[in-house]
């Protein structure tokens, strides 16, 4: 029925719904939040949010999303002359464009000063349009992710519009060497880790959780490799500042002193959900669901076995993607992100999240090979929604600061 909708919605079953078919739960929620945003009431016109949707795609330069949205943007009479590029788009656009650079890659850099320029001057920006174009940043920021994750933008690419993506062939990776030579531990071992951390009887104190989640966002800091991808000609004229890239928080300390982001001070569920719902009405509560809904999704199952509770892999691979935007969850232990995340599926994970331009189809079959593919595309789906909660949570706090 998803697919049925999803074909009457755009004429074509495109190959993110596809990927996102194997967990319809997820798909529907995902279709109809990406349909109010860009299509539903709003304060901005259709022909802004498609564009936007184009600016924040060329961060990561995924054509994939580009092009797409260029199409949809010309139907819902866009000029073409925007489509020459950031020179040739009304100010306020270009204006919208810092915030857009530093929500994809460093979102711990905004702050108040940031909304304050869009809604002063000439081409201001209302609070209501600034939290628009922040969720429409944020949603095609962290889609740019799964798209490379799942291999779809490669894909398309090298075979213009193929019918479907098959998933390739499982192989099993029972200490088999994965990327760069580390070896990857099976099913069978990650079930006894899990195990053996719901038995565990003492917790670890404050200060020693504190500690874990430096070690954690320092060992990090070793899995990023520094090629930078050379801009594609065709979208270049949507993307400045190309060299402007994810840097490590953990490394944020030799400039400035940005603290970690506490949850416990400003989270979604306290904070975030109701400043978007007020100044963007009902986005909050597809936000919400969405978010939920990826957070536990699950079938019990991992890799051929069944009645399997994965919810402490799924949570380490949740806030793990979290500590790499400097988010801490105080009541989080962050030695079972070292305990549950092999090195090779940690590097897979920080890739896809803050490079994923850097993703090929090789990556994604080499990392989980015991996992079938729909289980991969989870992982992908969890990428996608933790760091798009992350961005919004600097974001929205940048906004109530402003606000107060």
Not at 24 to 32: G, S
Not at 34 to 57: C, E, K, N, S, T
Not at 360 to 388: C, G, P, Q, W
Request: negative net charge; hydrophobic residues 35%; aromatic residues 12%.
């Amino acid at each position: 029925m998803f697919f049925i909708d999803a074909f009457l919605q755009n004429n074509r079953l495109d190959h993110i719904t596809q990927e996102m078919g194997y967990h319809p739960t997820y798909l529907d929620i995902f279709l109809r939040t990406q349909h109010f945003i860009l299509r539903g009431d709003g304060p901005l016109p259709f022909d802004y949010r498609h564009f936007i949707a184009i600016m924040a795609a060329g961060r990561h330069q995924c054509s994939y999303l580009i092009n797409h949205q260029k199409q949809e943007f010309l139907l819902q009479g866009g000029d073409q002359n925007w489509l020459r590029g950031l020179t040739h788009i009304p100010q306020k656009l270009r204006d919208l464009y810092e915030i857009n650079k530093i929500l994809a890659h460093r979102p711990w850099l905004l702050n108040k000063t940031h909304i304050q320029k869009l809604t002063k001057g000439s081409d201001s920006w209302s609070l209501a349009e600034v939290v628009h174009a922040i969720v429409l940043l944020a949603h095609f920021h962290s889609l740019s992710s799964f798209v490379f994750g799942c291999g779809v933008n490669e894909a398309v690419e090298e075979k213009g519009e193929p019918k479907n993506v098959s998933p390739t062939k499982q192989t099993t990776g029972n200490g088999k060497p994965g990327p760069n030579g580390w070896s990857e531990v099976g099913v069978e071992t990650l079930m006894e880790r899990m195990k053996s951390l719901s038995e565990r009887s003492e917790e670890p104190s404050e200060s020693e959780r504190a500690k874990r989640f430096e070690r954690v966002e320092v060992q990090g800091v070793e899995l990023s490799s520094n090629e930078t991808t050379p801009l594609k000609p065709s979208i270049g004229q949507f993307v400045e500042d190309p060299s402007f890239i994810y840097e490590d928080f953990a490394r944020r300390d030799e400039t400035s002193d940005i603290p970690t982001f506490r949850v416990q001070d400003y989270s979604w569920d306290d904070h975030g959900y109701s400043l978007v719902n007020r100044l963007y009405s009902d986005v909050g509560n597809l936000l919400d669901e969405k978010f939920k809904t990826a957070y536990n999704l699950t079938y019990y199952t991992m890799g051929g076995r069944k009645d399997v509770d994965t919810s402490r892999f799924r949570r380490a691979i949740w806030n793990y993607i979290q500590c790499m935007y400097g988010i801490r969850h105080d009541d989080y232990d962050y030695g079972e992100v070292n305990q549950l995340l092999e090195r090779s599926l940690k590097a897979f994970i920080k890739s896809v999240c803050c490079f994923p331009e850097r993703v090929t189809k090789v990556d994604y079959d080499r990392v989980l090979r015991e996992f079938k593919h729909s289980e991969k595309v989870h992982v992908n789906i969890m990428v996608l929604e933790a760091r798009m909660q992350a961005e919004l949570l600097y974001a929205l706090r940048a906004v109530m600061r402003y606000m107060t």
